[in-house]
């Protein structure tokens, strides 16, 4: 299924196979999805937040808030056996905009605002105009327990304080 | 004819003297009558005066009563229509910035670049009159308005555990708008 106007919204999603996936709800956002949470949005300023993590719209921030999903860095968006994998966007301020995640099909699935989830096959589909660039992956094992940690590890602020020169408090 | 000239003669022997010349005994009868009639007709209009008077300045205020009532009422009506108006003007004025939010926002996620745009600014400068539309488009899931709302009122019902979970949110709005009669 195809919809005239998500791609006037989204010019490059035209370019390759999408369908929408669900109905429109306000009730999450992409970066809830991201985290495969459907009944709250996710959004350092005004709305769920991981404890403990910066309320700041920056890469690093979000680095963090996932990291508390028991996510770490990686180089690309390439669909990679035992893992799965998100994509932050970010605009020419390099602030982040949107989340996408990786299903097991390769393809991606993203929450487009207040609008529908749609699963499309690139992530250069939602590229350009509001979303900027993909430009962070992060990935997990599968095999991980979904459930939130509910606060980063030792180990993965060490590596974000040293990569972001980050403050964030474990206390 | 001759009778009548008799008690004429008989008459004249009475006769009255005055500044004014000479009368008989009857004229003088007459002018007490007529002056009588006279003093009747003067008290009779004066009574009627009074009593015009008594009524008109009854009639007089029964009718500016009546005419203050009417006027209350017409300015009651024309007040409610001019709130009605008011608030109609209001209403469509939200909706026409709200609709112009939705289509410009919808297909973002950032909260922040949502309650930044200018449409959505705007429905916070219309103020505390907006807070029962706001409320009751919350009702209708028609859009993120809480940010707004804790702009115009300056105050948060909202658990921070509860961010972001959307019917939780709207309900401790609602229940604030209920607590304040606002709904």
């Known amino acids: ?5 998500l791609e006037a919204i989204f010019h490059h999603l035209r370019d390759d196979i999408y369908r929408i996936t669900s109905p429109r709800t306000q009730n999450y956002n ?3 999805w991201a985290a495969d949470e459907t009944h709250r949005k996710w959004w350092p300023i005004g709305a769920h937040w991981p404890p403990n993590v910066p309320r700041e719209e920056t890469v690093a921030a ?3 808030a996932f990291a508390t999903r028991n996510y770490e860095l990686c180089d690309n ?4 056996k035992g893992y799965e994998k998100v994509a932050i966007y970010v605009d020419p ?3 982040p905009t949107h989340m996408a995640r990786q299903l097991s099909s390769g393809r991606w699935t993203s929450k487009l605002g207040d609008l529908e989830d749609i699963e499309h096959q690139t992530l250069q589909q ?3 105009g509001s979303y900027g660039h993909a430009i962070q992956y992060l990935k997990r094992p599968i095999a991980v327990d979904r459930k939130p940690s509910g606060c980063l590890t030792v180990a993965a602020l060490s590596l974000f304080r040293s990569m972001w020169g980050l403050r964030v408090s474990t206390a | 004819m001759e009778g009548s000239l008799r008690r004429l003669s008989l008459g004249e022997s009475k006769v009255e003297r005055s500044t004014e010349g000479i009368s008989t005994v009857k004229e003088g009868w007459l002018q ?3 002056q009588k009639k006279a003093k009747q007709a003067r008290e009779a209009l004066e009574y009627a005066r009074g009593l015009s008077e008594t009524i008109e300045a009854k009639v007089k205020m029964v009718i500016e009563a009546r005419a203050r009532q009417i006027a209350e009422q017409l300015l009651a009506i024309h007040r409610k229509q001019w709130e009605a108006t008011q608030a109609k003007s209001l209403e469509l004025r939200f909706q026409s910035l709200a609709d112009q939010w939705r289509k410009d926002t919808a297909h973002l996620s950032s909260v922040t670049k949502q309650v930044m745009h200018p449409s959505y600014q705007r429905i916070i400068g219309l103020g505390p009159a907006v807070l029962p539309i706001l409320l009751q488009e919350l009702r209708k899931e028609s859009g993120y308005w809480f940010w707004a709302l804790n702009a115009i009122t300056g105050e948060d019902p909202i658990r921070p555990e509860d961010l972001g979970d959307v019917p939780r949110m709207t309900e401790a709005w609602l229940n604030w708008g209920k607590q304040r009669r606002l709904i």
């Open chain 1, 93 to 95: 301020s390099q602030t």
């Open chain 1, 1 to 5: 299924m195809s919809s005239a106007y």
């Open chain 1, 126 to 128: 939602l590229e350009e």
């Open chain 1, 62 to 64: 979000f680095i963090l």
């Open chain 1, 30 to 32: 992409c970066i809830a």
């Open chain 2, 32 to 34: 007490i009558a007529e």
């Open chain 1, 77 to 80: 968006g390439a669909l990679e």
